[in-house]
């Protein structure tokens, strides 16, 4: 089955900087690589998501590139904000026929004023 | 557009007690629906997930059960709790059909197992 590693686990940054996060997957038959921003104590929402026949997704400050000969996929947030702080989850899904994504572990992004 | 409910909230529950949370989404058709557990601090464990009525599908064995009795309807349950059930349930629907990848998360349970 497929096999999704997030990294890093926790990321801080100042105000204004840009953050990356990182995920590797095991299937290269994946097809479709959605984001998920958590607040504290709420749930998962997802901010952005990529198809494999796209190497690149933008929204306003956050981008989404993937390399699937590396099979490797990155969140971007630039001109981080204090409410940019939270968990960020990635995710996989091979294609039709499985009906469920596998996440990565999370990584917990603090932005400091 | 859709919507998606869970219920209760929040919850307390003694060690060895039932339990039974339910998930309902609106404004679409067979959906495919899942079930989350998050342990505090933690990530997102597949529990259960189904794409149609009575069709449930378990990722991890354990002493929860799930049922869709209904088309959006999805219930989660247990005959005797555990201490290890503690966490942040979370229902998820996703519309079926091509191209139509999205999936959304329900608001979730809070269970404490005392």
């Known amino acids: 089955g497929e096999n999704v590693e997030q990294h890093p686990s926790t990321l801080s940054v100042q105000e204004g900087d840009s953050a990356v996060i990182k995920c590797t997957y095991s299937d290269s038959a994946s097809n479709y690589f959605p984001w998920y921003k958590q607040e504290l104590g709420k749930r998962p929402q997802l901010i952005i998501d990529?198809?494999?026949?796209?190497g690149e997704k933008k929204d306003q400050r956050i981008a989404v590139t993937l390399n699937k000969t590396a099979k490797h996929f990155s969140l971007h947030i630039t001109e981080t904000q204090p409410e940019d702080s939270a968990v960020y989850f990635c995710?996989?899904?091979?294609?039709?026929?499985?009906?469920?994504?596998?996440f990565g572990k999370g990584t917990m992004l603090l932005v400091s004023p | 557009s859709q919507t998606i409910h869970q219920w209760p909230a929040t919850l307390v529950q003694p060690v060895g007690s039932p339990l039974s949370l339910e998930c309902t989404v609106e404004?679409?058709?067979?959906?495919?629906l899942y079930w989350y557990r998050q342990a505090a601090g933690r990530g997102l464990q597949l529990l259960f997930y189904s794409v149609g009525i009575g069709q449930i599908s378990s990722e991890v064995p354990q002493n929860l059960s799930a049922s869709r009795p209904q088309d959006r309807q999805f219930i989660l349950s247990s005959k005797k709790l555990l201490l290890s059930d503690s966490g942040f349930y979370l229902c998820?629907?996703?519309?079926?059909?091509?191209?139509?990848?999205?999936?959304?998360f329900g608001p979730g349970t809070r269970l404490t197992v005392t």
């Open positions: 990529i198809r494999s026949n796209v």
């Open positions: 998820a629907w996703r519309r079926t059909g091509g191209g139509l990848n999205e999936q959304y």
């Open positions: 404004g679409t058709s067979n959906p495919n």
């Open positions: 995710a996989a899904r091979p294609p039709p026929g499985y009906s469920t994504l596998t």
